[in-house]
Nanobody, 125 residues
Framework: QVQLVESGGGLVQAGGSLTLSCSAS????????MAWFRQAPGNAREFVAA????????NYADSVKGRFTISRDNAKKTVSLQMNSLKPEDTAVYYC??????????????????WGQGTQVTVSS
Protein backbone atom coordinates (compact mmCIF):
# COMPACT_ATOMS: atom_id res chain seq x y z
CA GLN A 1 0.00 0.00 0.00
CA VAL A 2 1.25 3.47 -0.88
CA GLN A 3 0.16 6.65 0.86
CA LEU A 4 0.66 10.07 -0.69
CA VAL A 5 0.63 13.37 1.18
CA GLU A 6 0.76 16.71 -0.64
CA SER A 7 1.97 20.02 0.73
CA GLY A 8 2.91 23.48 -0.50
CA GLY A 9 -0.38 24.85 -1.73
CA GLY A 10 -1.53 28.35 -0.95
CA LEU A 11 -2.52 31.77 -2.26
CA VAL A 12 -0.29 33.55 -4.76
CA GLN A 13 -0.64 36.51 -7.09
CA ALA A 14 -0.69 36.04 -10.84
CA GLY A 15 2.84 35.78 -12.17
CA GLY A 16 4.09 34.27 -8.94
CA SER A 17 5.50 30.85 -8.15
CA LEU A 18 4.69 27.92 -5.89
CA THR A 19 6.25 24.52 -5.35
CA LEU A 20 4.08 21.56 -4.46
CA SER A 21 5.56 18.50 -2.80
CA CYS A 22 4.26 14.97 -2.43
CA SER A 23 5.70 12.53 0.08
CA ALA A 24 5.16 8.83 -0.48
CA SER A 25 5.31 5.78 1.72
CA UNK A 26 5.95 2.29 0.43
CA UNK A 27 8.99 0.35 -0.70
CA UNK A 28 8.37 0.47 -4.47
CA UNK A 29 8.33 4.22 -5.01
CA UNK A 30 11.13 4.26 -7.58
CA UNK A 31 9.27 1.66 -9.66
CA UNK A 32 6.17 3.81 -9.98
CA UNK A 33 5.45 6.64 -12.37
CA MET A 34 4.05 9.66 -10.56
CA ALA A 35 1.85 12.51 -11.69
CA TRP A 36 0.00 15.65 -10.72
CA PHE A 37 -3.63 16.25 -11.62
CA ARG A 38 -5.83 19.22 -10.75
CA GLN A 39 -9.51 19.95 -10.36
CA ALA A 40 -11.07 23.38 -10.49
CA PRO A 41 -14.57 24.01 -9.11
CA GLY A 42 -17.19 22.69 -11.49
CA ASN A 43 -14.60 21.05 -13.71
CA ALA A 44 -13.42 17.51 -14.18
CA ARG A 45 -10.07 16.48 -12.80
CA GLU A 46 -7.37 16.99 -15.42
CA PHE A 47 -3.83 15.87 -16.07
CA VAL A 48 -1.03 18.35 -15.31
CA ALA A 49 2.31 16.52 -15.41
CA ALA A 50 3.84 13.07 -15.06
CA UNK A 51 7.30 11.62 -14.50
CA UNK A 52 8.62 8.12 -15.07
CA UNK A 53 9.98 5.94 -12.29
CA UNK A 54 13.60 6.78 -13.12
CA UNK A 55 12.83 10.46 -13.65
CA UNK A 56 14.01 10.47 -17.27
CA UNK A 57 10.67 10.84 -19.04
CA UNK A 58 8.23 13.66 -18.34
CA ASN A 59 4.89 14.69 -19.81
CA TYR A 60 3.06 17.98 -19.43
CA ALA A 61 -0.37 19.28 -20.31
CA ASP A 62 -0.18 21.91 -23.04
CA SER A 63 -1.62 24.47 -20.66
CA VAL A 64 1.39 24.26 -18.32
CA LYS A 65 4.28 23.53 -20.68
CA GLY A 66 7.13 25.93 -20.17
CA ARG A 67 5.75 27.09 -16.81
CA PHE A 68 5.61 23.94 -14.63
CA THR A 69 8.37 21.43 -13.92
CA ILE A 70 7.87 18.03 -12.36
CA SER A 71 10.74 16.30 -10.59
CA ARG A 72 11.32 13.45 -8.17
CA ASP A 73 13.83 12.30 -5.57
CA ASN A 74 13.62 8.55 -5.23
CA ALA A 75 15.93 8.47 -2.22
CA LYS A 76 13.57 10.78 -0.33
CA LYS A 77 10.43 9.33 -1.93
CA THR A 78 9.17 12.71 -2.99
CA VAL A 79 7.81 14.24 -6.17
CA SER A 80 7.58 17.97 -6.69
CA LEU A 81 5.81 20.37 -9.01
CA GLN A 82 7.51 23.72 -9.51
CA MET A 83 4.93 26.19 -10.82
CA ASN A 84 6.07 29.49 -12.31
CA SER A 85 4.23 32.32 -14.06
CA LEU A 86 1.02 31.26 -12.39
CA LYS A 87 -2.29 32.36 -13.88
CA PRO A 88 -5.75 32.66 -12.30
CA GLU A 89 -6.84 29.70 -14.43
CA ASP A 90 -4.30 27.55 -12.56
CA THR A 91 -6.51 27.83 -9.48
CA ALA A 92 -7.53 24.32 -8.46
CA VAL A 93 -7.03 21.53 -5.98
CA TYR A 94 -3.84 19.73 -7.00
CA TYR A 95 -3.56 15.98 -6.48
CA CYS A 96 -0.49 13.78 -6.42
CA UNK A 97 -1.00 10.36 -8.00
CA UNK A 98 1.07 7.20 -8.32
CA UNK A 99 0.90 4.19 -10.59
CA UNK A 100 1.10 0.65 -9.27
CA UNK A 101 3.94 -1.50 -10.59
CA UNK A 102 4.50 0.67 -13.64
CA UNK A 103 7.30 3.12 -14.24
CA UNK A 104 5.73 4.40 -17.48
CA UNK A 105 4.05 7.79 -17.49
CA UNK A 106 0.38 8.17 -18.35
CA UNK A 107 -2.01 11.08 -18.72
CA UNK A 108 -5.03 8.93 -17.84
CA UNK A 109 -6.51 9.15 -14.35
CA UNK A 110 -7.59 5.52 -14.26
CA UNK A 111 -3.99 4.38 -14.71
CA UNK A 112 -3.11 5.75 -11.28
CA UNK A 113 -3.87 3.57 -8.27
CA UNK A 114 -2.78 5.88 -5.48
CA TRP A 115 -3.97 9.41 -4.74
CA GLY A 116 -3.24 12.08 -2.18
CA GLN A 117 -5.87 14.16 -0.46
CA GLY A 118 -5.15 17.25 -2.53
CA THR A 119 -3.78 20.72 -1.82
CA GLN A 120 -5.45 23.99 -2.77
CA VAL A 121 -3.70 26.44 -5.08
CA THR A 122 -5.35 29.82 -5.53
CA VAL A 123 -3.98 32.39 -7.97
CA SER A 124 -5.35 35.91 -7.61
CA SER A 125 -5.50 38.35 -10.50
Amino acid sequence: QVQLVESGGGLVQAGGSLTLSCSASGRTFSSNAMAWFRQAPGNAREFVAAISGNGVFRNYADSVKGRFTISRDNAKKTVSLQMNSLKPEDTAVYYCAGRSFSSVTSTTMSDYAYWGQGTQVTVSS
